[in-house]
C-alpha cells in the first residue's frame, strides 16, 4: 500500500438530513452522501485533549492527565459553485438559525493500487459561508467551519475484495 505525499484527490462529502446524536460506523456508512465540489482546503480534526496539571507537595514532577477532547473545528474550504449539491448543503446548514449538526465525511486518496482510501466521519455545527477578500485574479471562495461534536471515527485502508 502506498502512501501518498500529498492531499490530492482527497474528496468531502456531506448529508443533508440532520444527525443531532452520536453514531456509530455503520450508521455513517449507510447515510447517503453527497460530494462537496471545488475543495481546495480542509481543516485539522481530531482528538485534541485539554492537558490538566497539579503540582503536589510530595511529587517532585507536576502530575497532569487529560482532560476534555476537543474533535475540532476544520474549515472547509471550496471555490464557489452556487448550484454544487454539497455546497448547497453547507450553506443550509450554515444557516444561523439553522442549529443541527450536519454529518461530514473525508475521504483521503491514500489507499493506493489494491487498496481503499482512509475515511473519517464525524458530526457537528456549521458555521458560514464566511467569504474571504481577496485581489483581482483570486477565486471566489467560501469558507465553512464544522464544530464537531463527536470525535471523527477512521476506517484504515483494506484490502479490496
Given at each position: ?10 474528496k ?15 450508521a ?16 485539522d480534526?481530531?482528538?485534541d485533549?485539554?492537558m ?14 487529560k482532560?476534555?477532547a ?8 471550496v ?10 448543503i453547507l ?18 486518496n ?8 482512509t475515511?473519517?466521519?464525524?458530526r ?20 465553512y ?8 471515527l ?7 475484495p
Amino acid at each position: 500500500m502506498a502512501n501518498k505525499a500529498t492531499k490530492k484527490g482527497s474528496k468531502v462529502y456531506v448529508c443533508s438530513t440532520a444527525q443531532n446524536s452520536d453514531l456509530i460506523l455503520s450508521a455513517f456508512a449507510a447515510l447517503t452522501w453527497v460530494q462537496v465540489g471545488k475543495v481546495g482546503n480542509i481543516g485539522d480534526f481530531g482528538a485534541d485533549s485539554a492537558m490538566n496539571s497539579y503540582n503536589t507537595l510530595d511529587e517532585p514532577v507536576t502530575q497532569k492527565q487529560k482532560g476534555t477532547a476537543n474533535a475540532g473545528d476544520p474549515q472547509i474550504e471550496v471555490a464557489s459553485i452556487a448550484t454544487d449539491a454539497g455546497q448547497v448543503i453547507l450553506r443550509m446548514f450554515g444557516d444561523p438559525l439553522n442549529q443541527d449538526n450536519m454529518a461530514i465525511k473525508i475521504e483521503r486518496n491514500d489507499g493506493g493500487a489494491g487498496f481503499t482510501n482512509t475515511i473519517f466521519y464525524s458530526r457537528g455545527v456549521v458555521s458560514g459561508p464566511l467569504y474571504p477578500g481577496g485581489g483581482s485574479d483570486d477565486f471566489e471562495l467560501e469558507r465553512y467551519t464544522i464544530g464537531l461534536n463527536q470525535l471523527p471515527l477512521r476506517v484504515n485502508p483494506a484490502v479490496i475484495p
